[in-house]
Every structure is written in structure tokens, then in C-alpha cells.
């Protein structure tokens, strides 16, 4: 069993910075991908960027947000800049077994949930 434990949301005016992280207990994440998908108001939840053995990005976040982890640390994070207020959602961090096979933007394939932080984006 994982726990994720998430930080970080907040108010931010377009163009600015911030960083997601995601804390795990129970297990060890090296054993684990890690994803981090986002819901807006009224939207399904969506892909947004995923690390395993490299690193996957939606479209729309690519060469703006970037996925890391830490293992000696047990967390794994996201850093966003260049905000837009397209990108208000609350975001969400997930960990997938590496045992089986890996679908990076498969949100059914996770097996662990973050409880969920809220990125809000003002222009």
C-alpha cells in the first residue's frame, strides 16, 4: 500500500511559476511510475505528464511543465512555469506498479491516488 500525500497548489498570475509535489509512505517509489493528471471544472480528469524509465508530456504542457522524482526522498514532483489560465485544474500525482506493463497516460492503470491540489491560474 502507497500513500501519496500532495502540496504546492495555489493562486498564481499567468506567466508565473509553480511547483506540485507528491510525498509517499508505505513503499518505496522507485518501484513505482509516477504520473500527475489534472481535472478542470466540468472536464474529465486528464494526462498531463508521466516518469518511468523517461519522461512523457501532454501537448499542451510540453516545454512549459517538467516531471521528477526523487527516490532518496520518496517523492516525486512537478515543476510548472509559464502558467496559463488554461492550466487552473486540480492536479492530481498517481504511481503505477513497474511489475506489469506501463501506460503512462492511462489513467485506469494507476494504482495510487494523491488526494488531489488546487492550481489556480488568474490573468
Known amino acids: 500500500q502507497v500513500q501519496l500525500v500532495q502540496s504546492g497548489g495555489a493562486l498564481v498570475q499567468a506567466g508565473g511559476s509553480l511547483r506540485l509535489s507528491c510525498a509517499a509512505s508505505?513503499?518505496?517509489?522507485?518501484?513505482?511510475?509516477m504520473g500527475w493528471f489534472r481535472q478542470a471544472p466540468g472536464k474529465e480528469r486528464e494526462f498531463v505528464a508521466a516518469?518511468?524509465?523517461?519522461?512523457d508530456y501532454a501537448d499542451s504542457v510540453k516545454g512549459r511543465f517538467t516531471i521528477s522524482r526523487d527516490n532518496s526522498k520518496n517523492a516525486a514532483y512537478l515543476q510548472m512555469n509559464s502558467l496559463k489560465p488554461e492550466d487552473t485544474a486540480v492536479y492530481y500525482c498517481a504511481a503505477q506498479s513497474r511489475s506489469g506493463t506501463y501506460y503512462a497516460r492511462n489513467l485506469g492503470k494507476y494504482d495510487y491516488w494523491g488526494q488531489g491540489t488546487r492550481v489556480t491560474v488568474s490573468s
Open positions: 516518469v518511468n524509465w523517461s519522461s
Open positions: 508505505g513503499r518505496t517509489l522507485s518501484a513505482y511510475a
